[in-house]
């Protein structure tokens, strides 16, 4: 089992940039990690996936604004946001999956204004 907590999250204009942090109680490196986000009124979607072996996958509305990055020895994902819109705005969610079980971080909240 492992426990996730995000952060780096906050208010931010738009075309502006940050960067996401999710750190784990344990050793990640047999954990495929994800971010994913939801906004208000919407379903939780996902945003990128990276798997054991650092392959990264990505929503088209982020792509080539976004990357996803792991850190084994720091048990450490981290998402970096640029180039924002005011449509990422939503409460964003680090997820971690192992053996079809699902680990999720509280979440930390991206608002971009225009």
């Known amino acids: 089992q492992v426990q996730l907590v995000d952060s780096g999250g906050g208010l931010v204009q738009a075309g502006g940039s940050l960067r996401l942090s999710c750190a784990a109680s344990?050793?990640?490196?047999?954990?495929?990690m994800a971010w994913y986000r939801q906004a208000p009124g919407d379903q939780r979607e996902l945003v990128a996936t990276i798997t054991t072996g650092s392959t990264t996958n990505y929503a088209d509305s982020v792509l080539g604004r976004f990357v996803i990055s792991r850190d084994n020895r720091k048990n450490t994902v981290y998402l970096q946001m640029n180039n924002l819109k005011p449509e990422d705005t939503a409460v964003y969610y680090c997820?971690?999956?192992?053996?079809?079980?699902?680990?999720w971080g509280k979440g930390t909240l991206v608002t971009v204004s225009s």
């Open positions: 997820n971690a999956v192992r053996n079809n079980v699902n680990y």
């Open positions: 344990g050793f990640i490196g047999t954990y495929r």
